[in-house]
């Protein structure tokens, strides 16, 4: 009787490897493409697939001249007010779910300020993506300046905002703003008369300030205006000088020599775009479309791009500045007192010092290259960090221009970081800044496995592509027709930043804080937070 018992045990033995054998393989990767048949059903014979909703992280650029920045806000023009719509259009949003972002998970990667771009935003979501064509569907659905790179397929858990470990932004300042002799304020100029280093009166300044329609005025109004130039594109040369986009540039390895450009020449052939990098430095030339002074005054019919890349007579430039190494030495010393964690509470609005959420991270801040658009010399500074609150780049590079430009001690960017000091900063114009890119490299790490790459690997040819057609040449002839930064300029004096002379340990202490702006405009905006 035991050897019968033992018998049926012996002989189960051998199904133990089919058991090993037939054990799941590993899940394969999630693509970024159409559903599988798996993924869908149908409700009767005949009837239509219906597709279910999927996870998925959507990359794409834009360029935020003539909107109020990215975050939705009720009666604004807003990038993701755009982008929300043309989901809906597209079919990956249901009609029961149109503006209710919260029941599709929606979240992003960053938020930007009014006027400010961005070629590496990301935001995720629950959408319909089939049929295929999802991309193109949301492009044909968007304005030519807000582009669709691609998406790609996450975790049911995963949120564009909580999971991205840094952010790269990007701010273009050009050259000429770091020169102290250039734009200086009227109190300098005069008191530099009869001096050896006199000071020459910024004429084309005093022209865009109290001459120019538009410049300083309703500028709500001028960014519609732009904002319609950019969707419909030039139709004519006066449409060219009114944009703040150029919508069809030409860009070219070099700068030509000879460059007289005039109205006549300005046409509608669509251009090329080409980069790059010589000797680190990225030459960017429009040959085709140059917006004149003044929003295109008869007198100024030729642009010499040697002689006047700030807009500025020779006499009046004539320090002969250039961004060398000892230029370059000395700003990157500057930004590299930003680097690591501090109270960033200057550098805000509406944030208490003793706010946890004032402590931010840097985790590099570089500006060692140039780029050269349109005849005009910018530096490239790179920052990296894990979050920035409102105004905190813009606040961290007007005080670093201040300092270049010898209108503040060095010593006091470390004033303005402690926690016991109250000052009040400059704002940077905000066309010069654009987020470059968000990286999720935890998530990444963690699910490499089973779900695609989060990253903008894919991408970089288009968005080098997007930002060469818009955002440079936006940046560039901004400059060129308002003078944004020349304005700027002229207001860091001691008379609208009495905290720039702070030479003691001691600070100014004082709760309603002054903004400055280059239009002489006090404005209060709400604190957001990433």
């Not at 394969?28 to 005949?46: F, H, L, N, P």
């Not at 410049?215 to 594109?233: F, P, Q, W």
């Not at 005009?376 to 780049?393: A, N, P, R, T």
């Not at 009495?498 to 604190?527: C, F, Q, R, S």
Request: proline fraction near 4%.
């Amino acid at each position: 009787m035991e050897n019968s018992d033992k018998t049926p045990s012996i002989s189960s033995s051998p199904a133990l490897p089919s058991a090993v054998a037939e054990e799941p393989a590993t899940k394969k990767v999630k693509m970024s493409t159409t559903t599988s048949d798996d993924e869908g059903c149908t409700t009767a014979e005949g009837s239509k697939v219906r597709y279910k909703r999927r996870k998925v992280a959507i990359f794409f650029a834009y360029c935020g001249v003539g909107y109020q920045g990215m975050q939705k806000n009720p009666g604004a023009k807003t990038i993701e007010g755009e982008l929300e719509e043309a989901l809906y259009v597209s079919g990956a949003v249901p009609e029961q779910d149109r503006g209710l972002s919260k029941r599709y998970d929606w979240a992003r990667s960053a938020r930007t300020d009014k006027g400010v771009s961005a070629v590496g935003q990301v935001v995720s979501g629950r959408f319909y993506i089939d049929p295929p064509g999802f991309v193109d569907r949301l492009n044909s659905n968007l304005p030519s300046q807000i582009r669709i790179f691609g998406f790609k397929r996450v975790t049911a858990s995963f949120s564009a905002k909580k999971f991205c470990d840094r952010r790269r932004y990007v701010y273009l300042i050009p050259v000429f703003a770091l020169d102290p002799c250039c734009h200086r304020d009227r109190e300098t100029v005069l008191a530099s008369l009869g001096s050896e280093n006199e000071l020459v009166k910024c004429l084309p300044c005093s022209e865009r300030g109290r001459k120019v329609e538009g410049v300083v005025g309703n500028s709500k109004r001028n960014l519609e205006l732009e904002a319609v130039d950019v969707e419909n594109g030039s139709s004519n040369k006066n449409d060219v000088v009114d944009s703040g986009v150029t919508k069809d540039v030409e860009v070219s390895l070099s700068k030509g020599d000879d460059n007289h450009l005039n109205k006549e020449s300005i046409n509608d052939n669509e251009g090329k775009v080409s980069v790059e990098e010589v000797n680190s430095k990225t030459v960017v030339s429009d040959q085709d479309e140059v917006a004149p002074i003044n929003g295109g005054s008869e007198n100024n019919l030729g642009i010499l791009e040697e002689e006047k890349v700030n807009r500025e007579d020779t006499a009046a430039n004539g320090s002969g500045f250039c961004y060398g190494e000892k230029e370059r030495e000395r700003f990157n010393n500057i930004l590299k007192c930003y680097v690591g964690t501090h109270n960033f509470h200057n550098f805000t609005t509406r944030i208490k010092p003793e706010d946890p959420s004032a402590k931010r991270f840097i985790i590099s801040f570089d500006a060692s290259t140039t780029v050269v658009v349109e005849g005009m010399e910018f530096v490239k500074c790179e920052i990296v960090g894990q979050s920035f609150m409102l105004h905190q780049i813009r606040k961290m590079m007007g005080l670093a221009v201040a300092i270049m430009r010898n209108c503040a001690p060095e010593s006091l960017i470390e004033k303005a970081l402690q926690k016991d000091v109250s000052i009040t900063v400059p704002t940077a114009p905000e066309v010069g800044l654009y987020l470059d890119e968000c990286f999720f490299t935890s998530y990444n790490q963690k699910w490499k496995d089973t779900h695609e790459e989060v990253s903008m690997k894919a991408y970089e040819k288009e968005a080098e592509d997007f930002k060469m057609q818009y955002i440079y040449p936006h940046i560039a002839s901004t400059e060129y027709k308002e003078g944004t930064v020349g304005l700027w300029l002229h207001s860091l004096n001691h008379r609208n930043y009495p905290d720039l002379g702070i030479l003691d340990g001691e600070g100014v202490t004082n709760d309603k804080k002054v903004e400055v702006d280059m239009n002489d405009k006090k404005t209060e905006i709400e604190v957001v937070t990433e």
